[in-house]
């Protein structure tokens, strides 16, 4: 299965999902593979500093999941490219409204390769029990694409991770990224 993030709109935190969500997979006994596709390679180097349950892909190479990460550029070639290929799209994206709103443009993207049900938005940095956190699936609806019923809070161990790795996560971090993940391979 191959499951790509996107958001043409930078620091909706992509990299820090798909990682996160591929690490998950891999605990929950996946063969997980991870092609960073940003020039950025954020993830490249977190992979190789932290050694996670993850791998890079290698040409050839048989995985129960591909995860592909893609740079906050609509026009890049590589992010066409991530979204034919891809199973499932996932849209990241803040419950802000203006963030939704900027995030539009790449529902159009999504929909020039996949039908609505191959794509779900998941929203990242959710501030638990505040009135955005309570009216999310009808601010989706906004922007015309699904959104996966479970979220990803703020944390800061999330940030951490990015050092320290999976272990960075308290138990309800994990439980909280297992879910998702465990959604997204099942929507
Ligand atoms: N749930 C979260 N809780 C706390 N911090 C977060 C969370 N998600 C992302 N961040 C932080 O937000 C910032 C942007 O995240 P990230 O780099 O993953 O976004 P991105 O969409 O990949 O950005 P880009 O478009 O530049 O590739 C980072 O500092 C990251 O640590
Ligand atoms: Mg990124």
Redesign the pocket.
Known sequence: MVITFC?GK????????SILLGCALADAGRRVAFLDR?P?Q?ATRWIEETKPSIVLAQPDAAYDALII?T??HLESAVVHESLAQADKVVL?SSPSPADLWTSQRTVGVIRQHHHRDKAALLF??VQRHTLLARELGPLAERIGLPALTHQ?????C??HA?VLGWKALDSSAREEILQVALEIITF
């Open positions: 958001n930078g620091g909706a935190g992509k990299t820090t999902l940003d950025q954020t990460d740079p906050p990241v990242n940095q990803v809070s703020r944390r800061q999330y940030q990015l």
